[in-house]
């Protein structure tokens, strides 16, 4: 995906699982992973859940489409 692809609120998958953007920086993406037990944990700001940062490089892993993302960790 691109910078220019995220939203507030997006929910987009990784190898590593599925997020939602919580914040778009100049050059970064921040998000929280949803993977809590609880769902009220993802109300916010702030969460009670850790928000991560993702940069250029990490968006090159990003996908709309789990399936998509999940191709992409197999195939670097």
């Known amino acids: 995906m691109l910078h220019t692809d995220f939203r507030i609120g ?3 998958h990784t190898a590593a699982g599925r997020w939602r953007c919580t ?3 100049t050059r970064v993406i921040v998000a929280v992973r949803l ?3 609880d769902v009220t944990w993802y109300n916010g700001p702030p969460y009670a859940v850790a928000e991560i940062v993702l940069d250029e490089n990490d968006l ?3 996908s709309i489409d789990a399936l998509a993302a999940a191709e992409s960790s197999q195939n670097p």
Request: aromatic share 8%; with cysteine.
């Open 23 to 25: 914040d778009i920086g």
């Open 60 to 62: 090159e892993g990003c």
């Open 10 to 12: 997006l929910e987009f």
């Open 35 to 37: 993977d809590a037990p």
